[in-house]
């Protein structure tokens, strides 16, 4: 990572160095997270299926699902009040000038990205109450396998067959079982294969980020909101590690330095779907949860659980308000967010661009005027990518926790159990 950044700052320097990386060294990234987006649906699929059909009783599904579900939602709203209070008390948006907000507007406000969120938030918001339970049920499960953004009907799907396959005898279901047994097996062997060239992918994503970085006043002028945004995200991870110190009397040291390599992976690639074989790989073999728990909690996290981004979006939502529309900030408007950011992290999991689209459905639900949205969403355009990365660390932190807190409160928190890659070479 910190050669990635070095090499990366050298390559500004030069008059040739942002078409060199661009076009030598990013793809080496790109491919490298394309394979990681290639076995996730067949990971999840085996994995959850296996995980199911493990369990012998349904009961058991019931049980955990439950759980997942409670602590996802309480983590969110703890993460949006902890933004909300950060951004209320540190008032990031005071030191804006307008100097700031006209060259931020005249920058970005015409930017085909951000158009595009605005577009795909109103389209969002046309749907009825219950779209995204819907949006939930494949019509084709083959087309659902073949959309990573579907992530949500593959996991239904899955789920659906699981319960299936434990409500008929054994014996009919057991060579089925025993396929996705072996599918789970090879699947985490081809995750193992990739992680050798991390290092490298690592260095390129990395070199990527700093040759395509933005003009650094613009950054420094953000550097208040960005910090407001970094510490809140910082109070979560005390939060998690709180909750795994006093619950599951696990070193908090000793399962950050577990997860870390999912983590890291996850600040580089800003994609919880991509980093989700390693986060359920580290969570398995090097923490200790059940593969019955993890196979459930973390898919179902990856979709739905985003405490960074909706920390992330309490304060981008105020601070934008702060400068552009201060008589917004009313009490009841506050609380309108923290209920708009919770059903927006649970329902927008197969939006692209997630994140700045929840942001627009959450400033719309308070009134926001509709025709400077663009310049709000400008405002903070330019350090969307850095905590973006941060906020990805978070959201699998969070799944990562959770998935361990579950597993504890069912009594599938067993002893780390490493394999190599090489193991059967």
Not at 95 to 114: F, H, Q, R
Not at 156 to 175: C, N, R
Not at 243 to 249: R, V
Not at 342 to 368: D, K
């Amino acid at each position: 990572m910190l050669l990635g950044v070095l090499f990366g700052y050298t390559m500004t320097l030069t008059p040739w160095g942002k078409e060199f990386t661009k076009d030598w060294i990013a793809p080496i990234g790109t491919i490298f997270i394309n394979l990681l987006k290639l076995i996730a649906v067949p990971l999840i699929l085996a994995s959850l299926i296996k995980g199911i059909s493990d369990l012998k009783d349904i009961s058991k599904f019931k049980r955990i699902g439950g759980r997942t579900i409670l602590i996802y939602i309480t983590t969110t709203i703890i993460a949006i009040i902890i933004g909300l209070t950060l951004v209320n008390v540190l008032q990031p948006g005071a030191n804006i000038t307008e100097a700031t907000v006209e060259k931020l507007t005249e920058t970005y406000a015409s930017n085909s990205k951000i158009s595009a969120r605005i577009s795909e938030a109103s389209k969002q918001q046309r749907q009825g109450p219950l779209q995204f339970l819907v949006d939930m049920v494949p019509q084709n499960v083959v087309a659902a396998m073949s959309n990573n953004k579907l992530m949500l009907q593959v996991i239904f799907f899955a789920i659906f067959m699981g319960i299936a396959m434990l409500l008929v005898p054994e014996k009919e279901s057991k060579t089925l079982k025993q396929f996705f047994d072996s599918l789970n097996s090879v699947v985490l062997k081809m995750v193992d294969l990739i992680m050798l060239a991390a290092p490298f992918a690592v260095f390129a994503l990395l070199a990527n980020v700093i040759v395509t970085a933005d003009d650094p006043d613009i950054l420094l002028a953000l550097l208040r909101y960005a910090g407001t945004v970094i510490l809140g995200l910082v109070l979560m991870v005390l939060v998690y590690i709180s909750a795994i110190s006093l619950y599951t009397k696990k070193s908090p040291i000793w399962f950050l330095k577990q997860l870390s390599p999912a983590q890291l992976l996850a600040f580089s690639t800003s994609s919880s779907a991509a980093t989700l074989p390693v986060t359920m790989e580290r969570v398995e073999e090097h923490i200790g949860v059940d593969q019955e728990v993890s196979s459930f909690v973390l898919p179902v996290g990856a979709t739905i659980n985003m405490d960074g981004t909706s920390l992330y979006q309490a304060v981008a939502a105020v601070f934008i308000m702060q400068v552009l529309w201060p008589e917004g900030l009313t009490f009841s408007n506050q609380l309108n967010i923290i209920l708009t950011a919770l059903l927006a992290s649970i329902g927008s999991a197969a939006v692209p661009g997630a994140g700045m689209v929840m942001l627009v459905i959450v400033l719309e639900s308070v009134g926001f005027p509709s025709e400077r949205l663009a310049v709000g969403l400008a405002l903070i355009f330019a350090i969307d990518r850095p905590l973006d990365m941060l906020r990805t660390t978070i959201n699998v932190t969070g799944d990562a926790t959770v998935a361990t807190l579950v597993a504890k409160s069912v009594g599938k928190l067993g002893k780390p159990n490493v394999k190599d890659w090489d193991d059967h070479l």
